[in-house]
């Protein structure tokens, strides 16, 4: 059982012939030397776990801070990425319109060439035709006098 300091003031040994009686002395002074023993190892475990408390206080202070850099260093990464990836994106989309520009322009170059062939191939065409036509209408007067002879 401890004994608090207000108690062991009040403490009143009784007195003996040459003193105080030996007996109730020693049975005091025991109580009071177990008591400093307990008081003594409680404040020793109280300063163990306050170092420990102290050492895992500085281990999280540490990690919060190492956790504190990673998501700084995590944002400025993900916001390189981001501008990365919209340039990137700006670039494939100029790739795009140029390639659909160089489409269109081929088409059209294309679309004049074939209008350009079909224009001088009814030409000829025509100008078949006009060559056949008189020639046809001569045989067809020849063949129609013999007849008519």
């Given at each position: 059982m401890?004994?608090?300091p207000v108690e062991?003031?009040?403490i009143?040994?009784?007195?003996?012939l040459l003193g105080y009686r030996r007996g109730p002395a020693d049975q005091m002074l025991e109580e009071i030397a177990s008591s400093f023993e307990e008081v003594w190892r409680d404040r020793a475990?109280?300063?163990d776990k306050v170092e420990q408390l102290e050492s895992d206080l500085e281990r999280f202070r540490e990690?919060?801070?190492l956790l504190r850099t990673t998501l700084v260093s995590a944002e400025r990464t993900a916001a390189e990425l981001k501008t990365q990836a919209m340039r990137e994106a700006e670039l494939i989309v100029d790739e795009a319109r140029a390639e659909a520009r160089s489409v269109v322009r081929q088409a059209?170059?294309?679309?004049?060439r074939l209008e350009a062939d079909s224009a001088r191939i009814?030409?000829?065409?025509?100008a078949a035709l006009a060559t056949i036509d008189p020639a046809d209408e001569d045989d067809e007067d020849e063949t129609?006098?013999?007849e008519a002879a």
């Open positions: 401890a004994l608090s062991i003031r009040h009143r040994l009784g007195r003996g475990d109280l300063a990690l919060e801070a059209a170059a294309d679309n004049e009814r030409a000829l065409l025509r129609a006098q013999p």
